[in-house]
């Protein structure tokens, strides 16, 4: 693996080097896969779900070569045909050898929906796409996975933001899925998601079909402890320390999250300080802060008054346990209750705000330093 320039990666996976911890977490995922077992990851964004699914997959790789892992996100898909569609492109003739004798029997095993097949680029490996009428979706689907089925080889599939197919016209979605995926002997799945209510209602209520299915592992903060050890090596490696103190206060002011943590001392290392002190940080998460300002103010501009107000309010408390308490409503001089629910429902569908143990939080944590500021 090259050496990166900047060890603290904001974007991607770029090796077990540059990841931090989740050793259980890892294990758990792992062990799971290997022994004959769905697993259903729940991780609010940006705390290093997709990371991991990549490290478990680079490991399983490493270790079992035979096995062929599939990442796929499915967050963009919009309606089932898109899934259908996704699935074919990731998943077909990628468990053949690309000779012309398997890649024929592969066209052969699809040939009632017209594949076309082209190379990827940078792989050179094939990729299919499928032509069929939305009254073929059902077969189409049942063939992708019995291409699974049949090819004999144990395959760990990974389906990013699953949440997404709650959202598509097809009201059956989940119950075929259910339906083609239990039979499937040799494959195993990862289905992972952000909205954690929606995806621990999909698998742990008994009316969904996916209930009791897999085994739940939920991804919290990386330990503090751990992730400094793990960010002080670095900056070992040139020669700056970084102390213990400034690390903890900006742990603590970030909440722990993943993705804002790396940014932040992304942009530190980049600096090249001879020492890092509350200033360094505080310039390198005002610099994050002000590149985004833009998208903040449009953020803003897009709610109704009574929405602008509760969610600055709940910036500026950091955590709010009971946003429709008097208490609460009276510090920050909020409307009646009933209007507050109503805000408090529009900000979570727009996933500005989530309820994160026990408490709603704003999701973007530099957003929420933003808006703290602006007041």
């Known amino acids: 693996m090259k050496q990166l320039n900047n060890p603290f990666v904001t974007y991607g996976y770029k090796g077990a080097k540059y990841f931090c911890d989740r050793q259980d977490e890892t294990q758990k995922v792992i062990g799971g896969l290997e022994n004959e077992r769905n697993i259903t990851l729940i991780a609010p964004r940006r705390i290093g779900k997709t990371g991991l699914i990549h490290h478990v997959f680079a490991w399983i ?93 144990r395959c760990y599939i990974a389906l990013d933001e699953f949440q997404q197919i709650t959202e598509y016209p097809e009201a059956n979605t989940e119950a075929l899925l259910r339906s083609y995926i239990q039979f499937l002997p040799n494959v195993y799945f990862i289905f992972a998601g952000s909205q954690q209510h929606m995806m621990a209602d999909m698998f742990l209520s008994a009316k969904r079909p996916f209930y009791q299915s897999s085994q739940i592992v939920s991804l919290g903060e990386i330990d503090e402890k751990a992730y400094y050890d793990f960010a002080a090596n670095f900056f070992k490696e040139i020669d700056v320390d970084l102390p213990v103190g400034i690390f903890h206060d900006l742990y603590a002011r970030l909440d722990g999250q993943t993705w804002y943590l790396q940014a932040t001392l992304n942009r530190v290392y980049a600096s090249m300080p001879d020492e890092i002190n509350q200033q360094e940080i505080d310039d390198a998460i005002t610099e994050l802060v002000g590149e985004q300002e833009m998208a903040f103010e449009t953020y803003l501009s897009s709610l109704t008054s009574n929405q602008r107000d509760l969610l600055t309010a709940i910036a500026k408390e950091g955590q709010v346990a009971s946003p429709t308490a008097n208490s609460f409503l009276r510090k920050y ?12 429902t529009a900000l979570t569908e727009r996933q500005l705000i989530y309820r994160y143990r026990s408490a709603y939080i704003i999701y973007d944590r530099f957003f929420a330093i933003w808006l703290r500021s602006k007041t």
């Open 61 to 153: 790789q490493e270790k079992r070569p035979d096995v062929q892992c599939f990442y796929i996100d499915i967050f963009v898909t919009k309606n089932l045909t898109q899934l259908i569609n996704l699935l074919a492109y990731h998943i077909v003739g990628k468990l053949d050898s690309p000779t012309h004798a398997a890649l024929r029997k592969v066209s052969d095993f699809f040939a009632g929906f017209r594949p076309t097949m082209t190379f990827d680029a940078q792989t050179g490996m094939p990729t299919f796409s499928l032509d069929f009428a939305d009254n073929q979706q059902e077969e189409t689907l049942h063939r992708i996975f019995e291409y699974l089925k049949q090819s004999g080889r």
């Open 333 to 344: 001089d909020l409307k009646a209750s009933s209007s507050v629910k109503t805000a408090l």
